[in-house]
């Protein structure tokens, strides 16, 4: 006998009550962005290989070790799974035309894929929500994500996520450090470990940013970029560290914060939390001016960031905020032929009114239904027996609340009626 197909390792399916707080979830992020002009843009899983190495960085870890990267058997081209959405986006902004019209704000959600050890919080698929801005030159913007990002915990009710931020400064400044950098780390070549070793000559400023304990000395002692930068810069990273103090928004200027990716620029930001292990980079980004011209667009400046769906949600699990599953408004319980083509006629008028209304299929006695009905978390149960088809009249029964009697009333009064007890449940409450 065959074994059962299981999910790619890494790769994991949403079954629908996860899956209903996830949407959730989307639509809270996704009203947040609107409310600070953010449009939505959908871009395609499958992007050209060379869109990442030009992006991206060919001596960076994803494309050296983590693409998804094959060819498209038709016609020999490169293709990769996105490993991130930024890239995308610019491309999709150049090959239309967007950032020649106007200032632009967009977003984007969706699955990324990385070939990495899974673990948790890392997977091998992994969702984003990213944002970017293009044609926005000063901190105002790079300032105004972070802002949005503060608001977004507070929408979340999520709490111990702290903001650390840095400056990678303009390419000759950030070339001047690298040279000194080099310099330094090559007199600690012997403690280095395989990846800095690696990166010494291809990536360095990326060593300081390793999480391997015997290193922390000597990435401490390195030289600092910011130490680097020259008069627009600081002043850049500045005005920056102004708005957010305005704000009221706490941070640490992280020296070592350099950002796995080769595009960025001047402000890079990341919000962290210790509740989530190794993992604990729940959101990051930050600007990138140089990348829409590497890619073949005009100069334009830009600045943007992703968010981990995934860890923020098991955040907001960590903090008991996962709202209990919601039920159906009604579930109709029916048995007889002419009972049930009342059952459908009064599903539709209920989901008519806006209500949300599961139908009972597949028969069975009333008393298998009502436990069907029960069991979904309807807040209502519809029932309809030959007798009630016969004089147009429903039987209501509220499922949640024993006090209130079983009811029969016309079918074309029900709905009315669940919708005032509705009303009447919600004014109690609140």
């Known amino acids: ?213 015997a290193l922390q000395d000597i990435c401490a002692a390195a030289p600092k970029l910011i130490d680097y930068l020259g008069e627009a810069s600081l002043a850049h990273f500045q005005g920056v560290q102004q708005i957010l103090r305005d704000a009221g928004i706490p941070f640490v200027v992280n020296p070592r914060l350099v950002r796995g990716l080769d595009y960025y620029n001047l402000t890079v930001f990341e919000w962290v939390t210790d509740r989530l292990g190794a993992q604990g980079t729940v959101c990051a980004g930050g600007r990138y001016d140089g990348l829409v011209q590497q890619l073949g667009g005009r100069p334009t400046p830009a600045c943007g960031f992703a968010m981990g769906v995934e860890r923020l949600i098991a955040l907001i699990r960590d903090a008991g905020g996962e709202p209990a599953p919601r039920g159906p408004d009604v579930y109709v319980v029916h048995q007889g032929e002419a009972a049930t083509r009342l059952a459908f006629r009064v599903a539709e008028q209920l989901r008519d009114n806006g209500l949300d209304v599961i139908l009972h299929c597949g028969g069975g006695s009333f008393k298998a239904q009502m436990k069907k009905a029960d069991a979904s978390g309807a807040l209502y149960a519809v029932i309809i027996g030959d007798d009630e088809a016969a004089s147009g009249d429903v039987q209501l029964k509220a499922l949640r609340d024993p006090d209130v009697p079983q009811r029969r009333l016309a079918a074309d009064r029900v709905a009315g009626c669940i919708i005032d007890q509705l009303v009447d449940t919600e004014e109690e409450e609140s």
């Open 1 to 213: 006998m065959s074994q059962n197909l299981q999910s790619v390792r890494g790769m994991n399916d949403i079954l629908p009550a996860e899956a209903e707080f996830w949407e959730l979830f989307e639509t809270i992020v996704a009203e947040r962005l609107k409310s600070y002009g953010y449009k939505p843009i959908r871009m395609p899983i499958v992007e050209p290989t060379p869109l990442f190495k030009r992006a991206i960085g060919e001596v960076t870890d994803i494309v050296e070790k983590e693409m998804y990267s094959f060819i498209d058997s038709l016609n020999g081209e490169p293709l990769t799974l996105r490993p991130e959405g930024t890239a995308g986006c610019v491309r999709a902004v150049i090959q239309h035309g967007l950032a020649n019209q106007a200032t632009q704000r967009l977003y984007y959600m969706g699955p990324m894929f990385r070939h990495e050890r899974p673990q948790k919080g890392r997977y091998r698929q992994f969702h984003q929500i990213g944002v970017e801005a293009f044609g926005f030159a000063g901190p105002d913007v790079d300032a105004e994500q972070i802002l949005l990002t503060a608001r977004l915990w507070d929408d979340l009710g999520l709490e111990g996520i702290r903001l650390e931020i840095n400056s990678l400064g303009q390419p000759e400044e950030r070339a001047r450090h690298r040279a000194d950098l080099i310099a330094y780390l090559e007199q600690h070549q012997e403690v280095l470990d395989e990846d800095g070793k690696r990166r010494l000559y291809t990536n360095p400023l990326r060593i300081l940013d390793s999480k391997n304990p």
